[in-house]
């Protein structure tokens, strides 16, 4: 089977223009299978756009796009793919068993089988007990889990998410978080689309982070935070000793006078293992240390260095 080995999506060049407006330009991401991969970026962004191009909504301006290795654009591609859109509505007047039923025939799921996978999926996404009820009748939080089975239906290897949980509660969130953990450890692939960081910090492997349409930063999530970390020590400002080890090999940021002769010294770090190190160097050179903070930083701090520095 060709794409045995390939990501479950990879994307080469992707340009998309509408008029003289490039939405995304030269996108080359990899997502390898089996991990949640999220894709951040303001609105207007891109992120819609380049789904939108994956799950052959939109024909790219240039590039191509593979779905384990098929092109995006063969009709076998989407075969292989759940997608729940940004903006969905299913009738009001439906139930949401109605709502499964009607699309796992357009998915081509034979009558037999298709009810006890129904049951199963409602009881996936947290609406067993809601399954005769009308869609008018469920929350927000419940036509997005909806949307969850929906996308399903089809026992996709990858599942592309457009801001999943944006019309959620904390708990409603939580159940989301659970069930994307879960489809993960069933092997499948998550492709997120948020600006929701924290909800994407919680359950990311790796990320992306798209700026006007193009990729600035792409790593898994523990690589890009300990991209450009720094510690603050205190020593005291006439240890020579503690002051000359601080130096030795080490970009020194900034230094702060501080009371009662101490003295606040920000030091570049390679990453947070790094932190006992400075701690040890100090030392063992005589010197005396009065604190050290790593001061860590989230997802948020990062997306706005990034991100942020075009809207400033």
């Known amino acids: 089977m060709h794409g045995h080995g390939a990501p479950a999506l990879e994307t080469r060049g ?3 223009y509408f008029g003289e407006h490039a939405a995304c330009r030269d996108v080359t991401l990899s997502v390898p299978r089996g991990c949640i991969f999220g894709l951040l970026g303001c609105n207007g962004a891109g992120k819609s756009t380049f789904v939108r191009m994956v799950v052959g909504l939109c024909r790219p301006t240039a590039g191509e796009a593979f779905v384990l290795g098929i092109p995006a654009v063969d009709p076998e591609a989407r075969r292989r793919l759940g997608f729940l859109p940004e903006n969905f509505r299913y009738p009001d007047w439906a139930t949401g068993i109605e709502v499964l039923e ?3 025939a357009l ?3 034979d009558p037999v089988r298709r009810r006890a996978r129904i049951a199963a999926l409602l009881d996936q996404v947290g609406l067993a007990e809601a399954g ?5 009748r469920y929350s927000k939080g419940m036509q997005q889990r909806l949307g ?11 599942l592309l998410l457009d801001e999943p949980t944006s019309a959620l509660d904390p708990l409603g969130r939580r159940q989301t978080r659970d069930l994307l953990l879960r489809l993960r450890a069933e092997g499948r692939t998550v492709f997120l689309n948020s600006h929701l960081l924290s909800e994407v910090e919680a359950v990311a492997d790796r990320v992306a982070v798209i700026r006007e349409g193009r990729v600035v930063a792409d790593g898994t999530v523990d690589e890009l935070l300990n991209e450009g970390l720094e510690a603050d020590v205190h020593v005291r400002r006439d240890d020579a000793a503690a002051l000359a080890a601080l130096a030795a090999g080490r970009r020194i940021v900034a230094r702060e006078e501080q009371p009662g002769g101490l003295l606040r010294v920000r030091v570049a770090l390679r990453g947070r293992d790094e932190a006992p190190e400075i701690a ?3 030392l063992g050179a005589g010197g005396r ?4 903070q790593v001061r860590s930083r989230s997802l948020e701090d990062l997306f706005v260095d990034l991100a942020g520095s075009a809207e400033r």
């Open 289 to 292: 240390l009065y604190g050290l």
């Open 107 to 109: 998915v081509g799921l």
């Open 148 to 158: 969850l089975a929906v996308a399903l239906l089809g026992d996709p290897a990858l």
């Open 132 to 136: 005769r009820r009308t869609v008018g």
């Open 280 to 282: 040890g160097a100090v």
């Open 102 to 104: 009607f699309h796992a």
């Open 14 to 16: 992707l340009t998309r």
